[in-house]
């Protein structure tokens, strides 16, 4: 360890999970300040952003999956934003003090964000956004990433056309800003109501999610778009918006169509990386991403929080403050 930001008690607050079940599954437990090893950096958590995945780890349907294996406690939470707190041996780039933001890709741990702490591998961890605040900053890895990864797998080109599915959402929203600033021609879908967001994000096209997305999209691109990122989980209900021999990613297991002619249909599995990370961090820090953050609730309301997230209706999200 090259440093510690201040002398600390020897236990921290964490929000874990011992057994599966609703938010009152959620416990606020003391675990020990957590050791930073070689290429790791640790992270005093000022922000954890409250997404899905958690809501689904908590119910114990990561295990169901077969996506984590059974454990005695299970840590919650993928976003954070803080600054550093310690770095280990053969990390560069980073200092005591910097503030950052960082992705746990990892099911299998027992510390998340969710925790006053958390150590991350120093490749999973970036900047944080410049002129933004902590709040807003921990609302961008997990799903910035995951809509720039999405892209990469359509490996679309400049000009072809794209609809993303849940583009007013989290993913989505990121989805189509990022899509534009690559120059593809974007239809969207999402709720009446969110028709300006969306345009504003850089769709050329908005179609209601009310509408037959297949006939709305050819409605506007006859022949059909040459990709869709599907992050409203519509399947094979999007698929008809596709032409022959497009590209279809979801960004969810389990409901990704069958590759009907010939479209080639990818599972978007996100990965934490800190260089990709810097990119958008980057774009955020100049305006080009949108942060939306739907509320602030402290740590020990993590429940709450899970909660508001279920009951869904959230435009950004719910972000935790230890």
Known sequence: MRGRADVRSP?????VVKTFGGPEALELVEVPVPGVGAGQVRIRVEAAAVNPVD???????MVTAGLM???EVTGIGWDVAGRVDAVGEGVGGFAVGDPVIGLRDRLDVSLATYAEFVVLDAGAVAPAPTGCS??????LPLNGLTAQQSLDLLGLAPGATLLVTGAAGAVGGFAVELAAQRGLRV???????????VRAAGARWFVPRSADVAE????????????ALDAALLGVRALGAVRNRGAFVSVRDGVAPLPLRGITVKQAWVAADGAALAELSSLAGRGL???RVADVLPLEHAARA??????GGLRGRLVLTP
């Open 289 to 291: 991403l949108s942060l």
């Open 69 to 71: 294996a059974p454990r």
């Open 134 to 139: 902590a709040v807003e900053a921990a609302t």
């Open 11 to 15: 236990a921290v607050r964490a929000a």
């Open 216 to 227: 709305g999209v050819r409605a506007v691109v006859p022949s059909g778009v040459d990709g």
């Open 55 to 61: 809501l689904a780890t908590r119910a114990g349907l």
């Open 306 to 311: 899970h909660e508001r997230a279920a009951a």
């Open 187 to 197: 239809v969207a879908t999402a709720a009446a109501e969110d028709e300006e967001f």
